[in-house]
């Protein structure tokens, strides 16, 4: 293993779909020293735990299941001429751009010249969906779930409930069924399905009960069989016994590393970036899933080259500056938030994204409008749910003007 230097010139934290396929672009781009850094001991980030052939198409044109794909961007990174370093976890930023990591070796710090954070997003857990009960025993997101299992542990359960319909609900079904698992429900607090259509029938299909507009409540009990405590749609509660809770979706951006040193936006949970994926210290760039949760492995490869061509014309001096430019604001309860925040002065450039990101918080169907100063620059019709893809293309907002752009929905009946 080669020793971790005191000094390059980009620095990747992560190594999932975003910061490998960064790194390689990196190289290519003529970046210098590119170094990867991340606390998991194995590159490749969650999807090294699912053995679903549910990678590759847009990377390696064919399917792929976790572990292998996870693989070959490891080695695309290595062959490159990337370092990736497992087992390092950054423990803090400061300017210059300058890491404090600690190593089986001990802390030290590392100076770079730029340096790109893709530390992605995971599942919320028993304590912030502040579900009632005296323990989180047999309690476990998907992730958990998955690493568990592909570890060779023993089954955590035999009969769980399953809480969210997302699409990595779906994709816990299909785990649980590879292993002889076999959920009692799978509960949604919503009206529909929140995964696109057909996906929904999934739990019908395998047999498994689906109760829409339903939460959990609370869990009686410690260990083994339990009572789930289930609230309908007519608030009256009712029981539901299972040995353990499988908890999908409601994915949160890993941002505790940024708090302190960077901006970050409230509606999104991650940094507060401009289309170049740059943060408010710019020495810094971000990308993947730690944007805005949660968007597939393929589309956070993509976003992860695209911030490596950004990074790369950075240090020859080519981005426009980040001070000034158009901020993107977000009224209203239906638009969840807005992808990036910022866009420059002289906008689009190389790296640069070409569309803005929204999602909903709710089914929805109506006008996205975006206004200035109260006067309408731009509408179009949309029809969406919560946790669907919303793309707005940048190049007819007025970029290279300077102000705040405001976007919101004008809702009609569903």
Known sequence: MTDLPGNC???????????????AELRACGAGRVIVLDRAQVPGGGARHCDLPAYGLREFLRPLRGPAYAARLA??????????FPGTAVTALHSGPRLTVSTPGGTQEIVARRVLVCTGARESGWAERQIAGSGAAGVLTT??????????????????????????????????????????????????????????????????????????????????????????????????QADGVILTGRYLPEAGLLRGHLALDPRTGGPEVDQFGRCSDPGY??????????????????????????????????????????????????????????????????????????RVTRPVMGRLVVTRGGEELWSGRIRSGPERRLTLPIGGLPVGESGVLSLRVDEELL
Not at 328 to 343: A, D, H, I, N, S
């Open 9 to 23: 010139d980009v620095a990747v934290i992560g190594a999932g779909p975003a910061g490998l396929a960064a790194a």
């Open 75 to 84: 080695q695309a990174a290595w062959d490159s001429g990337a370092l990736i």
């Open 143 to 240: 992730a958990e779930l998955k690493r568990r299992l592909h570890h060779g542990g023993r089954l955590p359960f035999q009969s769980p409930l399953l809480l969210g319909t997302e699409a990595v609900a779906l994709s816990a079904l299909l785990t649980c069924q590879d292993a002889g698992i076999h959920p009692v429900a799978v509960v949604e607090p919503s009206s529909r399905v929140i995964a696109r259509w057909p996906a929904g029938l999934l739990p019908r299909i395998l047999g498994i009960p689906l109760l829409l507009n339903t939460d959990l409540v609370g869990i009686e009990g410690e260990t083994g069989l339990r009572e789930m405590v289930l609230r309908g749609p007519d608030g009256a509660e009712r029981r539901l």
């Open 285 to 358: 760039f971000a990308a993947g899933n730690l944007l805005r949760p949660v968007e597939t492995a393929s589309w956070c490869w993509r976003e992860g080259r695209r911030a490596a061509r950004a990074i790369a014309a950075s240090l020859r001096g080519a981005l426009p500056p980040r001070a000034g430019g158009l901020l993107l604001e977000v009224e209203g309860p239906t638009l969840k938030y807005v992808v990036p925040q910022r866009l420059v002065t002289r906008g689009c450039g190389e790296g640069a994204a070409d569309m803005l990101q929204l």
